[in-house]
Every structure is written in C-alpha cells, then in structure tokens.
C-alpha cells in the first residue's frame, strides 16, 4: 500500500531564468533555467521532497525516532533532523568520517534540531549500515520504535519525491530538452528519469556511491521507468567524494558572480561543472532549453575545508 506523503514544505518551488550564467558557458541567455529545490523548508534542498514519503510511511508505522545514515555533512541526516523536530519525533543520526569543531557546518544546525550524533569513524559503506542497525536495535531494547531511513533518501519510496518533482518541470519547462542534477545516492536522478525520461534527465556523478549507474537504473525501474539507458556523466568525480575540483571551484564562482546563487562544493558545484563540461562537448548545445536542478547543500559549505579558503580570499582582497 502507498501511503501519501506528509507535506513539509510549499510547493511547487520556482524556475528561474540564469541569462548571464547561461551566457558565461556558452549558452543563449534564454536557454539556461534553475529549478529552486535549494529554497525547500527544513534547511533547503533536494532531501525533503523524499522525506515527505519516507517519513509517512515511518509514523503510518508507528516511529518513535528516525535513524538515518550519511557522511560528516550529510544534507539527508540534517533534514532528518528537522523533519523529526517538525512531528514529534526522534533523530539519531550515525554519520561516517570524522566532524570538525572548527568547521560545524550541518553538524551545527543538527545539534540545535535536537539530534542525537552517533560518529562511525572512517568505514565503508558495509560497516555503517551495520551501525546503524546496531543503533535501531539498541533503540528497540530501549522500548522505542526506530524507522531506519536509507542513505540519502534514496529507496523507490524516496525516490517518489522527484517524480512530483517532475511533473512540476513538465508544467514549468515542457519543452526543456535537458534536466541537469547532481547524483549522489541515486535517488533524486531516478525520480526525474522515470518522470521526464532517461533521454531528458543528465546526471553528473559526484563520487558519493561506488555503483550510480545502477542505482539510478535500479530505481528508476522501480518506480515504471524503462530500461533505456540513463545519461551519467562521470568526469567531473575528482579525486573523490568531497573533494573539491578545480572545475567545480570554478563553477561556483561563475554561479555567485552572475547570478548570485550559491553552489556547494560536493554536490551542486559538480553538477554545474559537468553542464559547463556537456556545453564544451556539445552534449548540450545553444538554443537548447536547459534545466539546472538546485539541489541544496549550502550548510555543508560551512563544514568543508574549502570555507576557509574562500574566506582568506575575500580577507586578501580582490581577485
């Protein structure tokens, strides 16, 4: 049975036009619009149109508290956070690597939410999934009732959320002949896949998942989408999950300088760095109307040691 989703934010959120950052990568100024999913409630970003599944199928089930999974600056972990606070809710949030005191980032807004912060360490994905089961069975020993909730948000339940993502795309830009989103987990990419089709939707890999093409496949296909392939591009990765790129430090620069909007380093800045790539390739050619998705992420900024860097380079003074 599905069960409905638990509104947690407005919809649908904006398109906006981008002349000059579409004019900067080679494109007409009419060609380039930005779908505001980072203007989202709870914090912004991509995150909540999946939660409002997720979390409805945890408190149709009973939940007491939500456990959830991801990185040091994970955006899914800190939109838990808030999602809980908003029900009544629990949070225990079990993040891999190791937070920074000196650069809090999502780990400070996770805090004043309430959360409970369980650190894992430096592990590979195998090990966190069994801590966080470890978490939900201590929880349960407690006489709480645990939802567990995937990496990212990313199930066919979560995935949900961009299929109505999708169908506002298809009322705001229906004749968009490119979708350009980050993947991380998978989820976010295959719900627009299986709403506008694989030909439309191109995803740009940030590193996050050692398998994202079948992740996007396999979720795609759960929710009716065909097997055709899927466009994932894989060239803007790096040295690896989190670390920032030149191409991606570049992006952001020309997103803030043209347009003011503002990109982080591990998602949204790759994804814009892989349309610059697609536009120099001529994957994505002028005169071809061309969605950016917003993704969020802005507070992980303030977790990564880039922060810094970009910090001294406003104190030194113009570049």
């Known amino acids: 049975m599905t069960v409905a989703p638990l509104p947690l934010s407005a919809w649908p959120t904006p398109l906006d036009p981008a002349p000059r950052l579409a004019g900067a990568l080679g494109l007409h100024p009419g060609d380039l619009w930005v779908k505001r999913d980072d203007l989202t409630d709870l914090g912004g970003g991509n995150k909540v149109r999946k939660l409002e599944h997720l979390v409805a199928e945890a408190v149709t089930g009973g939940a007491t ?44 807004l996770e805090g004043l939410l309430g959360a409970r912060v369980v650190t894992a360490g430096d592990v590979d994905s195998a090990a966190l999934e069994r801590r966080v089961e470890e978490v939900a069975a201590r929880l349960r020993a407690d006489g709480e009732v645990p939802a567990v909730l995937p990496l990212g948000g990313s199930s066919p339940t979560g995935a949900r959320g961009y299929l109505t993502c999708a169908g506002e795309l298809r009322e705001q830009a229906p004749d968009a002949a490119h979708v350009v989103v980050a993947v991380g987990s998978g989820g976010t990419m295959a719900g627009l ?90 994957s994505i050619r002028p005169g071809e109307r061309t969605v950016f998705v917003h993704t969020g992420g802005l507070p992980g900024l303030f977790g990564h040691p880039v922060a810094a860097g970009l910090a001294a380079g406003v104190l030194a003074g113009p570049t």
């Open 65 to 108: 508290v939500l456990v959830t999974s991801g990185g040091a600056q994970s955006n899914h972990a800190r939109t838990t956070a808030a999602a809980a606070a908003r029900l009544g809710l629990g949070a225990v949030l079990v993040l891999a690597g190791t937070p920074s005191a000196e650069r809090p980032g999502n780990l400070a």
């Open 193 to 282: 896949v299986a709403g506008l089709g694989g030909d439309r939707v191109l995803g740009v890999d940030t590193g996050a998942v050692p398998d994202p093409d079948e992740r996007v496949a396999g979720l795609a296909a759960a929710l009716g989408a065909s097997d055709a392939p899927n466009r994932l591009r894989h060239d803007q990765v790096g040295a690896g999950y989190g670390v920032l790129t030149a191409a991606a430090a570049a992006a952001m620069r020309t997103a803030a300088r043209t347009e003011g909007l503002l990109l982080d380093p591990v998602y949204t800045g790759k994804a814009l760095a892989g349309l610059a790539a697609a536009v120099g390739d001529g």
